[in-house]
């Protein structure tokens, strides 16, 4: 059964750029994320701050922040809301990184690894999300760690792709170069943050010294924020491109 072609406007739908989508998305996560570490602060102080070790600490690790609400409110709302973009985006990279043909032999390898790592990276965020480490503190720390091995294999696979498809065919403009440099740029903080977060965590851990604690979770910070910079420069690197809803299917 078929609307009637003349009641209903064919020519009409909603135009969405994707910059302005990339741009929604990240400014809600980004804010979301800072909401949810400051009513942690205010709200769950003692909560999120103590450890085993019961030395003084001055900020809440992201798993304990949004384990505790009003946090985790906030931060559940702001998965809902960024989850349908987070994976149309998965889809759209490896749509348009697929489409270039590089001569490398192992460039559609590595777009369908891209494609895979950033798609259960994206899962085990919901997960991570859904359940609380004070709810099932196993379940959220094996998707913690999915989540955060598959991003920075993402990431180091991403830059490569990105390298290859500027390189094939004619020379990179400066926007792509430097979109390109970006990518680095994050990649690299976010790895390093990672692994110096790692650091500081054990050294807590194992020698409960005071401030230790603090410093993990100021790194912890850091893998977030640029995790969230490095999707929207992958994604932004496409603003010419747009989202049409509603309008309808040619010839139909």
Do not use: D
């Amino acid at each position: 059964m078929m609307l009637n072609e003349g009641r209903f406007s064919s020519s009409k739908g909603i135009h969405v750029t994707v910059s302005r989508l990339i741009t929604i998305m990240m400014c809600v996560m980004v804010v979301g994320f800072l909401m949810s570490i400051a009513l942690a602060l205010i709200y769950s102080f003692e909560a999120t701050t103590s450890t085993h070790c019961r030395v003084k600490n001055y900020l809440p690790s992201i798993s304990a922040a949004i384990a505790e609400p009003p946090s985790s409110y906030v931060w559940r709302f702001v998965i809902v809301l960024c989850s349908g973009q987070r994976l149309f985006c998965v889809a759209f990279h490896y749509g348009l990184y697929a489409s270039v043909n590089s001569p490398n032999v192992y460039y559609t390898l590595l777009c369908k690894a891209c494609f895979t790592c950033e798609l259960v990276e994206n899962f085990a965020l919901i997960g991570l999300t859904c359940v609380s480490s004070s709810e099932n503190f196993p379940v959220h720390e094996n998707m913690f760690i999915v989540f955060q091995v598959c991003s920075m294999i993402f990431m180091v696979l991403m830059c490569a792709v990105h390298k290859l498809a500027i390189s094939s065919g004619i020379p990179p403009s400066k926007s792509e170069q430097s979109t390109l440099n970006r990518l680095y740029l994050h990649c690299g903080t976010n790895v390093s943050s990672f692994f110096i977060a790692i650091y500081f965590y054990f050294r807590h851990t194992t020698h409960c010294e005071t401030g230790m604690y603090t410093i993990f979770a100021l790194f912890e910070y850091i893998v977030v924020l640029s995790n969230i910079a490095f999707h929207f420069i992958v994604t932004f690197n496409f603003q010419e491109r747009e989202l049409v809803l509603g309008s309808r299917i040619h010839g139909k």
